[in-house]
């Protein structure tokens, strides 16, 4: 799934719930990774990248957002 650019950006454009879990989206310029559903400004798609796991973005030197936690159980 994450390895789909477009539809995990399509997902992440709508803000769609249904996609928290299968993948977080990393921004570059921010050092920072977020659910799919977070409701931070929408990054520009060159600065994006999807990993299928929060541990996978922390791995990559992201951090967790503080707005949406995806580093806590989905849905939560």
Do not use: E, H
């Not at 973005?57 to 967790?64: D, K, L």
Request: aromatic share 14%; glycine share 6%.
């Amino acid at each position: 799934m994450y390895d789909d650019f477009d539809r995990c950006y399509r997902a992440v454009q709508s803000r769609d719930c249904r996609f928290d879990g299968w993948f977080v989206t990393a921004v570059l310029t921010t050092g920072i990774y977020c659910r799919p559903s977070c409701p931070v400004r929408l990054p520009l798609a060159r600065n994006v990248r999807f990993y299928p796991t929060a541990a996978a973005a922390q791995r990559a030197g992201f951090r967790a957002c503080k707005r949406c936690r995806p580093d806590a159980s989905p849905g939560s």
